[in-house]
């Protein structure tokens, strides 16, 4: 159990479970209060809902495996010699890794990870300083307090000077810049990034910046590195102080709503009224027919009429 606000290196089951000294609220937790509800909240915090379970995607996930060896190297994996998961010894180290908060990893996969990680080191190397994910250590740990609130954020590397902070994210999509940034906003990742920020100045006073180093895993494995604009952080930040107030009047009454219990009413989106207005272009302009082979545009005279 964590007491103070610091910075703090923990392995992954520890920060899952959360070590802080009452429920505590994670970037996740926040986009889910913003996202869905805090009824969604409840359910997937670990010190809340007493049946919570951690969900881990046994597949094999190339990222999520680059995203272990990249940042902590070798120790960030376990390589099981078997061909695959289905003798009773594969399936126990399986287990054992994922306790131990690593990701397992079949031998004969061990080369597409080490490619990934490959392309990853030489286009970094590339880059403009300070070098994303050098010069700092990884899966470092912030707790502190927001009004007594307490909150937690693991990052993927805090720099040495403490002045940035890098989050290391794969996809079988692209990660061109300006398309990735169009899908950043949707998954929340602007909610996480304001957190993470939100969260090193709590704890040692210093502004920072906040980078995404975004990798297709695929070949060649390419990659950017992304960050929020002004404007765009500004807004995160008010998403942010947002969740921080409904969830300290959540945790506070212990009432954790879902969606409205009253009916809510769609309006038909400026999407929708294009489309089907192009639609019914066509068809009063009688490039549509109907079963007799007269122009739609007729009937709907006759019906007028």
Known sequence: ????????????????????????????????????SALHAWFAHPRLNPAYQREEDTDFDLGRAAHAYILEGESGCVIVNEKDWKKDVAK??????YAAG???????RWDDVQAMALAATRQLGAHEDPRPLAGGKPE????????????????????????????YKST?????????????????????????????????G???????????????????VIGL???????AERKVAYALVLWRHCLTLDTWPGYPTQTCWASAPP???????????????????????????????????
């Open 1 to 36: 159990m964590i007491t103070q606000p610091g910075i703090y290196t923990l392995d992954a089951a520890a920060y899952h479970a959360d070590p802080c000294p009452a429920p505590s609220l994670s970037s996740s937790i926040a986009r889910e209060l913003l996202a869905s």
């Open 229 to 235: 604009a002004p404007d765009a952080l500004a807004l």
């Open 102 to 108: 690593k990701i397992p990893l079949l031998a004969h």
């Open 206 to 224: 210093l502004e920072a910046t906040f980078r995404f180093v975004v990798q297709e895993n695929f070949a060649p494995y390419a990659l950017s």
């Open 140 to 167: 470092q740990t912030l707790v502190w307090q927001e009004d007594g609130a307490w909150c937690r954020a693991r990052l993927d590397w805090l720099h040495d000077d403490r002045k940035s902070i890098e989050d």
């Open 172 to 204: 079988g999509a692209s990660a061109n810049p300006e398309v990735w940034s169009r899908t950043l906003f949707g998954a929340g990742h602007d909610i996480q990034a304001a957190f993470y920020l939100r969260g090193l100045k709590a704890v040692t």
């Open 271 to 305: 999407w929708e009224e294009a489309r089907w207005g192009e639609q019914e272009y066509r068809m009063q302009s009688g490039a549509a027919t109907v079963d007799d082979g007269r122009p739609i545009s007729d009937q709907l005279f006759e019906e007028k009429t």
């Open 92 to 97: 126990t180290a399986k287990k054992a890794a």
